[in-house]
């Protein structure tokens, strides 16, 4: 049907691409592959899993669930992110340094800033929840109340920034095989 090593050379020709080994190349493309499909899928799903539960769960349970699934989710979905970035990061020195490959890296760069900065937030909002339900069982004012509504309004910004960062990441790294 499909004889790879001349598509493969072909592209390698096409792309100046040929500092790597066409096995390793072609292992490093499908762990790239995968990782990013593992990275955006699972943004997808917690999406889905964030309207969803919005519905059907109360407030308390709904923290729960995401403070349960949010540790689980970090561990596979960062390490599809690390996976994703070094194999990137290798087929793009091995296919010479240009402006498309610095725009790559800093958006990279900064969608780990967003991750970093995400994470610290998420684990604020445990704080600031926590801090909530006791001003309400000591019938204090709503301070930390506002404090929470401010900070899900930063996580839902810091969300959408991560994903317009992989958008751009994913768009820039399919200009690469133009």
Same mark, same amino acid.
């Not at 899993?49 to 308390?60: A, Q």
């Given at each position: 049907?499909?004889?790879?090593?001349?598509?493969?050379?072909?592209?390698?020709?096409?792309?100046g691409d040929s500092a790597l080994p066409t096995p390793l190349r072609l292992v490093l493309l499908a762990l790239l592959i995968l990782g990013a499909a593992i990275w955006i899928g699972g943004m997808a799903a917690v999406t889905v899993? @964030?309207?969803? @539960?919005?519905?059907?769960?109360?407030?308390?349970a709904r923290v729960q669930l995401f403070r349960n699934f949010g540790r689980r989710y970090l561990a596979v979905a960062g390490s599809a992110l690390v996976v994703t970035?070094?194999?990137?990061?290798?087929?793009?020195?091995? !296919? &010479?340094?240009? &402006?498309?490959?610095?725009?790559? *890296? *800093?958006?990279?760069?900064?969608? *780990?800033?967003?991750? *970093?900065?995400?994470? !610290?937030?998420?684990?604020?909002? !445990?704080?600031?929840?926590?801090?909530?339900?006791?001003?309400?069982?000591? &019938?204090? &004012?709503? @301070?930390?109340?506002h404090a929470v509504r401010a900070g899900a309004r930063r996580a839902a910004l810091l969300r959408a920034m991560i994903g317009l960062l992989t958008a751009a990441v994913f768009v820039l790294a399919i200009c690469t095989a133009a």
């Open positions: 049907m499909f004889d790879l090593p001349p598509l493969v050379a072909a592209a390698d020709a096409a792309t899993l @964030s309207l969803v @539960s919005r519905g059907t769960l109360e407030p308390n970035v070094i194999c990137g990061a290798v087929l793009l020195v091995a !296919r &010479g340094w240009d &402006g498309l490959a610095t725009a790559i *890296v *800093v958006v990279v760069a900064a969608l *780990v800033v967003a991750l *970093v900065f995400g994470v !610290r937030q998420a684990r604020a909002m !445990r704080r600031l929840r926590e801090a909530a339900r006791a001003e309400t069982q000591a &019938g204090d &004012g709503d @301070s930390a109340h």
